[in-house]
């Protein structure tokens, strides 16, 4: 074992390391999405990777390179299967016959560990999945080591080539393990730091009692209502008394089943939230001003109906509703505010919806009630 050949492996980790991180940027949110050009650009980075580590190995005297560059294939085989990690290798596989010296037996040599290796990668798959962020660092490297177990075994082919493998082997396989073990912690890594901001972002954003979008996903969402949308506000009548003779065991239960009525209720470009307390938000796409009231009866004569069980047995709901117009957001969630305060006044168990002086033109495309039509 030279220390040229130690050298040189040093370098090509060095460079696998470096563009297997920029390899890592390509995975910007989870869950992942299912573009092709994702995919093309993680299998034109491992191209180019491959090509890199190849051309950056010094020829030896019998003019043989030995590189690292059967770890991204491996990577790729394990992300998109075999047929796209092989093609991503042949490239590198090839490279040798713009050279002078082995030419075609070198590529067959590369052809033969890409096959080798490639064939290992792709029995491995279920074993580990490169999108998944909790397998032990100890797995990738034991599976590391079974994997690269046949590189470089295409040099007995060679002449001269036992003696070369037997020179190149132990160091080409320890820098190969090392290597793919530092590329998958790396990725691995990165899908766990996207899984945990996922998770966080959607805390941030979801009640945890009734399962629906709270009021700061609310406020988000608020400012891409357009004229010809709707809101309804909701709140649960004598809900305090509810919490008073039950217990707040029995008020979190009703809030649950809330928040399951309303979003089987909608259409799914409608949305339901947790706006605080008792009192829950609906925000209605393309929906004809007449129809805003008959959606939010539909929706307080499915609560009325249905059975929250003992106790409390029957829940009713009062609603305020007003239409998005050509007013401001603030002027609309104000107006179905005091719409809603009316209903509560007229007895609750009620709908009032504002009417603004100005309505805007129906939009295209309206269609009757905002409910699924099992609700019709």
Same mark, same amino acid.
């Given at each position: 074992?030279?220390?040229?050949l130690?050298?040189?492996?040093?370098?090509?980790?060095?460079?696998?390391?470096?563009?297997s991180?920029?390899?890592?940027?390509?995975?910007?949110?989870?869950?992942?999405?299912?573009? !092709?050009?994702?995919?093309?650009a993680?299998?034109?980075?491992?191209?180019?990777?491959?090509?890199?580590?190849?051309?950056?190995?010094?020829?030896?005297?019998?003019?043989?390179?030995?590189?690292?560059?059967?770890?991204?294939?491996?990577?790729?085989?394990?992300?998109?299967?075999?047929?796209?990690?092989?093609?991503?290798?042949?490239?590198?596989?090839?490279?040798?016959?713009?050279?002078?010296?082995?030419?075609?037996?070198?590529?067959?040599?590369?052809?033969?560990?890409?096959?080798?290796?490639?064939?290992?990668? %792709?029995?491995?798959?279920?074993?580990?999945?490169?999108?998944?962020? %909790?397998?032990?660092?100890?797995?990738?490297?034991?599976?590391?080591?079974?994997?690269?177990?046949?590189?470089?075994? *295409?040099?007995?082919?060679?002449?001269?080539?036992?003696?070369? =493998?037997e020179?190149?082997?132990?160091?080409? !396989?320890?820098?190969?393990?090392?290597?793919? !073990?530092?590329?998958?912690?790396?990725?691995?890594?990165?899908?766990?730091?996207?899984?945990?901001?996922?998770?966080?972002?959607?805390?941030?954003h979801?009640?945890?009692?009734?399962?629906?979008?709270?009021r700061?996903?609310?406020?988000?969402?608020?400012?891409?209502?357009?004229?010809?949308?709707? =809101?309804?506000?909701?709140?649960?009548?004598?809900?305090?008394?509810?919490?008073?003779?039950?217990?707040?065991?029995?008020?979190?239960?009703?809030?649950?089943?809330?928040?399951?009525l309303?979003?089987?209720?909608?259409? *799914?470009?409608?949305?339901?939230?947790?706006? *605080?307390?008792?009192?829950?938000?609906?925000?209605?796409?393309?929906?004809?001003?007449?129809?805003?009231?008959?959606?939010? %009866?539909?929706?307080?004569?499915?609560?009325?109906?249905?059975?929250? *069980?003992e106790?409390?047995?029957?829940?009713?709901?009062?609603?305020?509703?007003?239409?998005?117009?050509?007013?401001?957001?603030?002027?609309?969630? !104000?107006?179905?505010?005091?719409?809603l305060?009316?209903?509560?006044?007229?007895?609750?168990?009620?709908?009032?919806?504002?009417?603004?002086?100005?309505?805007? %033109?129906?939009?295209?495309?309206?269609?009757?009630?905002?409910?699924?039509?099992?609700?019709?």
């Amino acid at each position: 074992m030279s220390l040229t050949l130690l050298q040189s492996l040093f370098v090509n980790l060095s460079v696998l390391v470096t563009l297997s991180f920029v390899m890592s940027l390509t995975y910007r949110s989870w869950p992942p999405p299912r573009h !092709w050009h994702l995919k093309t650009a993680r299998l034109t980075l491992t191209v180019l990777t491959s090509l890199a580590l190849v051309a950056l190995a010094p020829a030896d005297a019998s003019g043989l390179r030995i590189s690292l560059w059967l770890v991204p294939i491996a990577v790729m085989i394990l992300r998109y299967g075999l047929g796209n990690g092989l093609l991503a290798g042949l490239p590198a596989a090839l490279l040798p016959l713009l050279e002078t010296g082995p030419g075609a037996a070198a590529v067959t040599v590369s052809l033969i560990n890409l096959l080798l290796v490639g064939g290992l990668s %792709h029995l491995f798959r279920w074993t580990l999945d490169m999108s998944d962020p %909790h397998g032990s660092l100890q797995r990738h490297a034991w599976i590391a080591a079974l994997l690269f177990l046949p590189v470089n075994m *295409g040099l007995v082919l060679l002449p001269g080539g036992p003696d070369a =493998l037997e020179r190149t082997y132990v160091s080409g !396989w320890v820098f190969n393990m090392v290597g793919f !073990w530092a590329v998958a912690s790396m990725i691995t890594g990165r899908v766990a730091l996207l899984q945990s901001t996922d998770a966080y972002r959607e805390q941030a954003h979801q009640d945890a009692l009734s399962g629906l979008p709270n009021r700061r996903q609310f406020e988000l969402d608020l400012p891409f209502t357009v004229p010809g949308d709707a =809101l309804l506000l909701i709140d649960v009548d004598h809900f305090k008394r509810v919490n008073d003779l039950y217990g707040h065991p029995v008020g979190d239960e009703v809030l649950k089943r809330m928040g399951t009525l309303l979003s089987d209720a909608l259409r *799914g470009r409608d949305r339901a939230y947790r706006y *605080g307390g008792e009192e829950f938000a609906v925000i209605l796409r393309r929906v004809q001003p007449g129809r805003i009231e008959e959606v939010a %009866h539909r929706l307080r004569e499915l609560i009325a109906s249905t059975d929250f *069980g003992e106790p409390p047995g029957q829940v009713t709901v009062s609603i305020g509703g007003s239409p998005f117009g050509l007013w401001s957001r603030t002027r609309t969630l !104000w107006d179905a505010d005091e719409a809603l305060y009316r209903a509560k006044q007229g007895g609750r168990n009620a709908v009032t919806i504002s009417a603004p002086d100005l309505f805007p %033109h129906e939009p295209e495309g309206t269609d009757a009630p905002a409910l699924n039509p099992t609700l019709s």
